[in-house]
């Protein structure tokens, strides 16, 4: 069912690899900045329009109001050699690093660190309001959660994330609606 909603960001999520190169590093942080705090619908708009001009100048230019998020992706854009470099060294080290790494970038925060991660080739669940509300149903922590249904299904940890924040973000899944599932 939610493959079917979006057949390509369903693939993207299961394919998710780490950036190859310092622009597509630049990119992926800056889609995750302005991503932060919003509706995803609101946010693609937005990169739509962004993205041509980071691409082509490097900067956010006129394409988008928030003044501190537009500093913090200038800040990537211009200092990307540097912080792919970062995130390579990270990379070499191992997933904590790279979330360690994440947490350290402007303007991603405690929760975001782990979409960006995600964003960037690190199978890990981000624990949002929407997985915080379904882990809690069963008495387990978003990674606990997710790590258990990965185990079961087969699937990525960051593929479960997605289908279960798809679910709540699609209003399939209310509080109490399902009943907790037994663990294997």
Known sequence: MVSELDPDAMERVKTKSPPTDETDFALRVSYVILNSGMRWTVAKEIWNRMRPSLMGTGEVGNTFGHLGKTKSINLVMSNRSEFFQGFRLAWEEGPEKVIEFCGALPHIGGITKYHLAKNLGVDVAKPDVWLERVASQSGETVKEL????????????STVDYVIWKTCQQGWWRSGAFPADERA
Do not use: A, I, Y
Not at 146 to 157: A, E, N
């Open 146 to 157: 997710c790590g258990r249904l990965s185990r079961q299904s087969g699937d990525s940890v």
